[in-house]
T-cell receptor, first 119, second 114 residues
Framework: AQSVTQLDSQVPVFEEAPVELRCNYS??????LFWYVQYPNQGLQLLLK??????LVESINGFEAEFNKSQTSFHLRKPSVHISDTAEYFC?????????????????FGTGTRLTIIP | GAGVSQSPSNKVTEKGKDVELRCDPI?????LYWYRQRLGQGLEFLIY????????KSGLPSDRFSAERTGESVSTLTIQRTQQEDSAVYLC????????????FGPGTRLTVL
């Protein structure tokens, strides 16, 4: 079964500093990779995703993540964080271990990383 | 447009009682998912509906848990004879045709079993 590891449960970062939130998953032939964000008192929202093609994917608010197959990682980065980035971030994986049009549609989530921005 | 809605937002019940949680997905979304999030833990997959196909129930933790979906609309998650370990936030998500399009989550139902 697929598993996702987010080693850092909490990450405090000063405003305008860079941040990296780590995500590793267990090996599989092919995967879809996602980062979801949960802002305070809000529901989960899709931040960005990797399906195929370029291994570097970006979100509209300056986050990026790079798929590294050899290291089975999908770390999330931002060069300069803002107060508004305070949230909990979840990494998720959907592995394609069934041969059909959609593959295995279950998302396996990590335990989340709480990003706190220090003014 | 309207997002995924869930009701109730909070439910407090006594051990042994049955509860029903409701999810209204985004109109037109053929895929619907239920997850459970216990305090301090990640999301745990429960069940997945895709169109008229048989649901994937592999994540349901016990036979006390069941879910139904009417066509491509409302879904109900039922927990019978609730136990204290069932206390969690139950999240519903819908997707246009599968996980790769991204799932849209509802606000969740916080279930507390006393």
């Amino acid at each position: 079964a697929q598993s996702v590891t987010q080693l850092d449960s909490q990450v405090p970062v000063f405003e305008e500093a860079p941040v990296e939130l780590r995500c590793n998953y267990s090996s599989s032939v092919s995967v879809y990779l996602f980062w979801y964000v949960q802002y305070p008192n809000q529901g989960l929202q899709l931040l960005l995703k990797y399906l195929s093609g370029s291994t570097l994917v970006e979100s509209i608010n300056g986050f990026e993540a790079e798929f590294n197959k050899s290291q089975t990682s999908f770390h999330l980065r931002k060069p300069s964080v803002h107060i508004s980035d305070t949230a909990e971030y979840f990494c998720a994986v959907s592995d394609l271990d069934r041969i059909n049009n959609f593959g295995n549609e279950k998302l396996t989530f990590g335990t989340g990383t709480r990003l706190t921005i220090i003014p | 447009g309207a997002g995924v809605s869930q009701s109730p937002s909070n439910k407090v019940t006594e051990k042994g009682k049955d509860v029903e949680l409701r999810c209204d997905p985004i109109s037109g979304h053929t895929a619907l998912y239920w997850y459970r999030q216990r305090l301090g833990q990640g999301l745990e997959f429960l069940i997945y509906f895709q169109g008229n196909s048989a649901p994937d129930k592999s994540g349901l933790p016990s036979d006390r848990f069941s879910a139904e979906r009417t066509g491509e609309s409302v879904s109900t998650l039922t927990i019978q004879r609730t136990q204290q370990e069932d206390s969690a936030v139950y999240l519903c998500a819908s997707s246009l045709d599968g996980a790769k399009r991204g799932q849209y989550f509802g606000p969740g139902t916080r279930l507390t079993v006393l």
